[in-house]
């Protein structure tokens, strides 16, 4: 982006994972917290929407970043995302070494859960670099943009860009169908044509990985249900097709970096009755009594939280603030 000047000092801090571009001022994200800087930023964000669009995804200086523009009351601004530098492993990211398993599931559904901006991509990513450094097979990510580039390991890779219009996932993951595949990222489930897509794909033996906007398990499990409500057997079809959910929080850590919280479970005969019988409000405590069994193929934010704090990696401020109930981290402790 050497006809971007004004970007490579930001592009180059490592810390930074977003840039937002208005017309008086560019502001950074480090660590998962807004600052502005000295830049000026005259009239790149017209420039960058003239030469690159409103929504694109290129490489530049061994980066690969994300942008977005937007008119607006004053002018034209752009967000800006730097996605991970590197292949993200699960060492790097701090995922348990339970996840290798996700590599040796030979069709399902995997859901990777959070809000925008907790690592999701980057989760997703590390999976599919494990399935990729461990196997061969045929992987295809089908994603609005392509984000992070999988070079061809023991797998072969093929990156589709989702075409545009509302229907654009739901005809590439229909497309693949015919493409002799083994492994599909879809970069995000949003509406119930997509996760029906999904589901049939991860039933015609498939290992389907998606991301979705869901704060937990529970809520996760609730969503998919009330998106296939309309759907026959839509319960029977998520406890016989779903292998793993995943929801995940980055936080604040004492150090001035971010944390990973993560809440799990890795489906089992009771939990997929529970769906199927309809008691999805049961899950929470199905969750945090096989936690306290220390069955490993679990794992609440209440428990995570609480290995987070008593490891000195985040503070009490921080549980308050961020977990979803601190008084159980609290006396989870105890």
């Known amino acids: ?28 994200r ?12 005259g009239d790149l964000p017209e ?3 003239n030469r690159y669009g409103k929504d694109w995804a290129l490489s530049t200086g061994g980066l690969r970043i994300r942008g977005r523009a937007e008119d607006a009351e004053g002018g034209t601004f752009l967000a800006v995302r730097i996605l991970p530098r590197e292949i993200p492993t ?15 599931f030979p069709s399902g559904l995997v859901p990777i859960c959070g809000t925008t901006g907790n690592g999701k991509t980057s989760t997703s990513a590390a999976i599919l670099h494990q399935i990729n450094e461990s196997r061969c097979e045929h992987i295809v990510t089908i994603e609005d943009p392509v984000e992070i580039l999988h070079p061809p390991l023991k797998s072969p890779v093929s990156q589709i860009p989702v075409e545009s219009g509302p229907d654009g996932y739901v005809k590439a993951i229909k497309g693949i169908k015919r493409d002799d595949t083994d492994v599909v990222l879809i970069g995000e489930t949003r509406d119930s044509e997509a996760l029906v897509a999904a589901l049939d794909l991860a039933e015609s033996g498939v290992l389907v990985l998606t991301t979705l906007h869901a704060a937990d ?6 969503r998919m249900t009330s998106m296939l409500k309309s759907e026959p057997a839509a319960k029977d079809r998520i406890a016989d097709t779903i292998r793993l959910i995943v929801a995940q929080k980055l936080v604040p850590g004492v150090a001035g970096d971010r944390a990973l919280a993560l809440e799990y479970a890795f489906f089992d005969l009771a939990m997929s009755q529970l769906i199927r019988d309809d008691k999805i409000h049961q899950i929470s405590a199905h969750m945090r009594a096989r936690e306290q069994e220390r069955k490993s193929e679990y794992a609440t934010f209440a428990g995570s939280f609480g290995k987070l704090l008593g490891e000195k990696k985040i503070s009490r401020e921080t549980v308050e603030a961020f977990a979803p109930n601190p008084k159980d981290v609290f006396e989870g402790l105890r």
């Open 1 to 28: 982006m050497t006809e971007f000047p004004e970007l490579e000092p930001l592009l180059s801090d490592p810390v930074v994972t977003d840039i937002h571009i208005k017309p008086y001022g560019i502001y950074v």
């Open 90 to 104: 699960f060492a790097r990211l701090g995922l348990p070494g339970l996840f290798e398993r996700i590599a040796n």
């Open 47 to 49: 420039r960058l929407k």
């Open 217 to 222: 398990v529970p809520r996760a499990i609730h």
């Open 30 to 41: 480090k660590n998962g917290r807004l600052e502005k800087t000295s830049v000026s930023p």
